[in-house]
């Protein structure tokens, strides 16, 4: 890992520690930060979580000031107490502003893929929400096909310019859709707000069979985001997706939007997901956060992240079966009887699609989390969306 240190510049605890400095159980008092020497680790004792700041601004659209996000999150989060069970979690420090912004995403697609090849969890902070396709990137030579999710107000895609557009927060979409080589299996969209998104952004999300959540369908019933969310192997969240009552460090911040606590059950449904390998929390600006609130509540979040992370069921199913109860359903004039499967650990459920129509005795099949109400859907004699996107995709 002694490698990664040339990306990085060390930060300063005693900055954000109180004069007494912080208590045993504080997370300031947990974390292995990069101070003077990079940390290293054994492969026994290889940490679980790293913390990854990022100071870059230049595309974040008219919210310059991004890239001061990392340590006025760190501020509040090194205050915060560890849960009841034990941690081992590393800062790595801030990754400084490249010459060029490309320098930028090279040293995050580098990062993020030597973390997630050792299994490690990165949590990015700061800078503008295109480095989500830094972070897409870090995947490409793991040579399998990946599920995003999104969490925004917007869709961040450029439909007039479409295959020639500038990479920045609007557009990096774009790039990730439109990236050869393609290991972008789906794409999940949550909480965006319809009046923010154009009618041919939704009709193309459609044609490609990828997912989108509006805000409204998921207002004050966030289990319906759990399942999007446990699918997806990286998240990117846009702090731009909180009110502004709630978050008001964003230049773009909009009166509608979630709540905090939900912004923070998603976070630890993303935590507690088997599947999710990075996450990345970006668009939170300093500028506009004259009291600090949203970057107690970006702490929070991360918090509640690293909460999910350590209470994480490992029940995403494979074995051993007797953990598990299968539902099979047939649907009228279908060829496909549907196979569904609930974890006896977690109530969490799952539907599994087959590839290609397969009705070999070993048959294949991509298994998607869903809802309970999916299950109910099928026992009514209707197809869930879910199954049938899916299937479309891997035709």
């Known amino acids: 890992m002694s490698s990664l240190s040339v990306f990085f510049s060390p930060i300063s605890i005693t900055g954000f520690a109180p004069e007494h400095g912080f208590l045993s159980s504080q997370l300031g008092n947990v974390i292995q930060a990069y101070e003077t020497d990079f940390p290293v680790w054994e492969e026994s004792k290889q940490p679980q979580l790293a913390i990854v700041g990022v100071e870059e601004d230049r595309a974040s659209m008219n919210n310059n000031g991004t890239d001061r996000a990392p340590d006025a999150v760190r501020k509040h989060l090194y205050a915060l107490y560890q849960g009841d069970y034990k941690m081992n979690i590393v800062d ?10 490309q320098d930028t995403y090279i040293a995050l697609k580098s990062v993020v893929e030597e973390l997630v090849k050792e299994n490690i969890i990165p949590i990015i902070i700061g800078g503008g929400q295109d480095l989500t396709y830094a972070q897409y990137l870090g995947y490409q ?16 895609l450029d439909q007039e310019n479409a295959d020639n557009v500038r990479l920045n927060s609007r557009s990096y979409v774009n790039h990730i859709i439109l990236h050869q080589p393609d290991y972008l299996f789906n794409l999940n969209a949550i909480a965006y707000q319809t009046y923010l998104v154009s009618k041919e952004s939704i009709n ?17 019933k966030m289990d319906q985001s759990e399942p999007l969310i ?14 502004a009552s709630e978050a008001p460090g964003n230049a773009n911040a909009m009166p509608n939007g979630l709540y905090g606590d939900e912004a923070c059950q998603l976070a630890r449904y993303a935590g507690m997901s088997d599947k999710c390998s990075s996450i990345g929390f970006y668009e939170f600006n300093p500028t506009f956060d004259p009291m600090e609130q949203t970057a107690m509540l970006v702490s929070q979040m991360i918090w509640c992240f ?24 047939t649907l009228e004039n279908e060829e496909h009887e549907l196979v569904f499967v609930k974890s006896k650990k977690s109530d969490r459920w799952w539907i599994q699609v087959p590839y290609f129509g397969s009705k070999s005795v070993n048959e294949r099949y991509y298994l998607v989390p869903c809802r309970y109400e999916d299950y109910q859907l099928a026992v009514s004699g209707e197809m869930p969306d879910l199954w049938w996107k899916t299937h479309q995709k891997l035709q």
């Open 92 to 101: 790595l420090g801030n990754i400084k502003a490249g010459n060029t912004i």
């Open 230 to 243: 446990r699918a997806a192997d990286l998240i990117s969240f846009d702090i731009g997706a909180i009110r």
């Open 141 to 156: 030579n793991l040579e399998r096909k990946i599920e995003l999710a999104i969490i925004d107000a917007r869709f961040d």
């Open 306 to 329: 690293i909460d999910g992370y350590y209470n994480r069921k490992q029940d995403t199913p494979l074995y051993p079966k007797s953990s598990y109860i299968i539902y099979r359903t």
């Open 204 to 220: 193309m999300y459609d044609k490609l069979f990828f997912n989108a959540t509006r805000l409204g369908m998921i207002a004050g």
